[in-house]
T-cell receptor, first 116, second 118 residues
Framework: AQSVAQPEDQVNVAEGNPLTVKCTYSVSGNPYLFWYVQYPNRGLQFLLKYITGDNLVKGSYGFEAEFNKSQTSFHLKKPSALVSDSALYFCAVRRMFSGGYNKLIFGAGTRLAVHP | EAGVAQSPRYKIIEKRQSVAFWCNPISGHATLYWYQQILGQGPKLLIQFQNNGVVDDSQLPKDRFSAERLKGVDSTLKIQPAKLEDSAVYLC????????????????FGEGSRLTVL
């Protein structure tokens, strides 16, 4: 079954340092992969997606993600973290169903804490 | 552009009572989703509508949960009777289709309705 795994419950990083939030996927065929962010008491917001093409995908708020087929990974990165980046981050994969519809399967989430 | 609207934002009820949540998606979005997010977990899809038809309700506890999307616009999710384990945030989301008629996968979420069952 198509799924994603986020191996870290929490990531701590100092402001100004680079950050990485990890995601691995398990899919058959070509994956459609997504990152979403959730700030406290808010709904999820779309950050970026990978469908095809360049393995490095750029998204909102200076985030980017690197698709690595050989390692089945889609890690989220940012060169210089901000305190305001502190939030919950979800990786997701789009799963196709017969009948032409699809749905997103979310990982458990990783809490990013950026310290001043 | 107005976002996805949800109400109420917070609801506290006792077990065995009923509750209803309302969602108004972004105008023109064909697909509407209800997710359940339990504290510390990722969102779990309860039901997905394409216009006013259900395309996936495989994880909806149908003995107590129901949802409808009359006229293919706004939607209501009902829980009756509620259990303690239903305490969660209920997220509504919507998405549009691309020119090929495929769901884009980019979901726009509302701020959620937080349910506490005592």
């Amino acid at each position: 079954a198509q799924s994603v795994a986020q191996p870290e419950d929490q990531v701590n990083v100092a402001e100004g340092n680079p950050l990485t939030v990890k995601c691995t996927y398990s899919v058959s065929g070509n994956p459609y992969l997504f990152w979403y962010v959730q700030y406290p008491n808010r709904g999820l917001q779309f950050l970026l997606k990978y469908i095809t093409g360049d393995n490095l995908v750029k998204g909102s708020y200076g985030f980017e993600a690197e698709f690595n087929k050989s390692q089945t990974s889609f890690h989220l990165k940012k060169p210089s973290a901000l305190v305001s980046d502190s939030a919950l981050y979800f990786c997701a994969v789009r799963r196709m169903f017969s009948g032409g519809y699809n749905k997103l399967i979310f990982g458990a989430g990783t809490r990013l804490a950026v310290h001043p | 552009e107005a976002g996805v609207a949800q109400s109420p934002r917070y609801k506290i009820i006792e077990k065995r009572q009923s509750v209803a949540f309302w969602c108004n998606p972004i105008s023109g979005h064909a697909t509407l989703y209800w997710y359940q997010q339990i504290l510390g977990q990722g969102p779990k899809l309860l039901i997905q509508f394409q216009n006013n038809g259900v395309v996936d309700d495989s994880q909806l506890p149908k003995d107590r949960f129901s949802a409808e999307r009359l006229k293919g616009v706004d939607s209501t999710l009902k829980i009756q009777p509620a259990k303690l384990e239903d305490s969660a945030v209920y997220l509504c989301a919507s998405s549009s289709n691309n020119l090929a008629g495929e769901n884009t996968g980019e979901l726009f979420f509302g701020e959620g309705s937080r349910l506490t069952v005592l």
